[in-house]
């Protein structure tokens, strides 16, 4: 009896398709990038970015998100990434505090794993739409810093090293595609109206937190944190990661609690709204 041929539904062969043509034109891009370019992407981007681990009971390690280091003093740097890799929310009091757990932060060089204990910084509300984390480590490995720029303008080249699926830090390279998502899209915990969207191919779970850097610029102008059916990835742009930290760091932003059993320090002034309806295929690149 002649053996049955299998076929795939012509839905799976367009996906093969575009995926193909993704990865092609991602291939192009790296052999159009500039010698600048990749001496900026494997001296500073590549060392500067670090992955989030935490601690388990049992004292293993469980690797959540992507980092960058962004600021030093004489003792310290500081990491910025998304806010969902860490820290929970509390929608009854409108606030947001860091998990209970250990945070470590880790260079991913080849040989002997580092871990860094972090220090949670403080956390952004994600019901408004401030998806950023901050944390601080001691000196003990030494990092390149990356400076905050400016908001991305359309077609902006964009360069990103992330660690999807915890395969460790890889460059992923591609264009800004809207620099103000104009649509109500929250679900939960994901308020991502005016967010950056991206053609980025490769993004995957792991790579929340990590930075996007406008080639142009040679700094930040966003953070990845998620995608849209599986597509189009998101982006937090970079001035309202400015404004959040300076608030916390002058003790003015008032949705972050370092300590969520801690008695309030006042009367809750915004509760927030009843959020539009839901939009399906939303999720964290974490």
Known sequence: ???????????????????????????????????????????????????????????????RCTATAIFQDANSYQFVTASHCGCTEN??????????????????????????????????????????????????VAFPIVPLGKDPKMLDEVFNVGSPLGLGKQVFTGTVSS????????????????????????????????????????AICGFVVGDIQGTTMVAVPVSKFIKFRDALLAGAYKWYKKDPDAAPAGNESDKGTNPPPAVPNLKHSR
């Open 1 to 63: 009896m002649e053996a049955r041929k299998k076929r795939f539904p012509a839905s799976y062969l367009a996906i093969i398709l575009i995926l193909g043509v993704f990865a092609f034109l991602t291939m192009v891009k790296a052999s159009q990038m500039s010698q600048a370019d990749k001496d900026y992407i494997n001296k500073t981007l590549y060392p500067a970015t670090a992955l989030l681990y935490s601690q388990t009971p049992e004292g293993s390690m469980d690797m």
């Open 179 to 218: 620099t103000y998502l104009d649509r109500p899209v929250h679900v939960d915990d994901i308020n991502w109206e005016g967010a950056i969207l991206l053609q980025l191919f490769g993004i995957n779970g792991g790579s929340s937190g990590s930075s996007l850097i406008c080639a142009d610029q040679r």
């Open 91 to 140: 929608n009854q009091k409108n606030t947001v505090s860091p998990e209970k757990t250990f945070f470590f932060i880790s260079p991913d060089v080849a040989g002997n794993k580092i871990y860094l204990k972090a220090e949670p910084l403080g956390c952004g509300y994600r019901t408004r739409g401030d998806d950023y984390f901050l944390l601080r480590t001691d000196k003990t």
